[in-house]
């Protein structure tokens, strides 16, 4: 069974740009989770799908991130426009039914210069 | 709010020898304790769930503990390839209904290193 997939892998912008973050959960999950890691400091939540509704987006830093998930497969969380601040690993997770088990993926490097 | 305090920040271990590591926590009522294990470039690699005082899960060298404030993560004579970041992630029980969460909040993790 394939696990959570993220992509890119690496993605480096300069301020100012958008960039487009993708994660396909695993088959069958309709819990989707995304969080990060800003340097030095812990991995952080910031929004949770079930299904396609967003059940807490209360992690959520600001307007400039917007989070989508169409149909309730997969993910797509956009930072327009990305800030420098906004350098970090984003991870996304799934697990089925409430208060399960959450899976991650390989995460994304986002790295904005 | 909830937070979780993971000690050491790192440990290093001959082949072999013994030791734990430490998860404290405070939340408003605990759905589950969470062990991850992470390599570097890679994501949380999901260990075990915890959900109750007392109770204790194991696998191969690891066995993790559970007490109302820490949770323990014991490594039996370690080898090489456990060298990785363990982290520690509580989930709180309020109610989804009264604005409760399924999310995670995470240690800062321990960064364990096991010579040959």
């Known amino acids: 069974e394939a696990g959570v997939t993220q992509f890119p892998s690496h993605s480096v912008i300069e301020k100012g740009q958008t960039v487009t973050l993708r994660c396909d959960p695993i088959?069958?999950?309709?819990?989707l989770y995304w969080y990060r890691r800003v340097m030095g400091k812990e991995i952080k939540f910031l929004l949770h799908?079930?299904?396609?509704?967003?059940?807490?987006e209360s992690g959520m830093p600001n307007n400039r991130f917007l989070a989508e998930r169409t149909g309730g497969t997969y993910s797509t969380l956009k930072v327009q426009p990305a800030e420098l601040e906004d350098s970090g690993v984003y991870f996304c997770?799934?697990?089925?039914?409430?208060?399960?088990?959450?899976?991650f993926g390989p995460g994304t490097r986002l790295l904005v210069l | 709010e909830d937070q979780v305090t993971q000690s050491p920040e790192a440990l290093r271990l001959q082949e072999g020898e013994s030791s734990s590591l430490n998860c404290s926590y405070t939340?408003?009522?605990?759905?589950?304790l969470f062990w991850y294990r992470q390599d570097p470039g890679k994501g949380p690699e999901f260990l075990f769930t915890?959900?109750?005082a007392g109770e204790e899960k194991e696998k191969e060298r690891l066995k993790a503990t559970l007490t109302k404030k820490e949770s323990f993560l014991h490594i039996t004579a370690p080898k090489p390839e456990d060298s990785a970041t363990y982290l520690c992630?509580?989930?709180?029980?309020?109610?989804?209904?009264?604005?409760?969460?399924?999310?995670?909040?995470f240690g800062k993790g321990t960064k364990l290193t096991v010579n040959p």
């Open positions: 939340v408003s009522g605990l759905r589950g």
């Open positions: 799908f079930v299904k396609e509704s967003k059940q807490d």
């Open positions: 088959s069958g999950h309709d819990n």
């Open positions: 997770a799934s697990s089925y039914g409430h208060f399960r088990s959450q899976y």
């Open positions: 992630a509580v989930q709180a029980s309020r109610d989804l209904t009264q604005g409760g969460s399924e999310k995670l909040v």
């Open positions: 915890l959900y109750s």
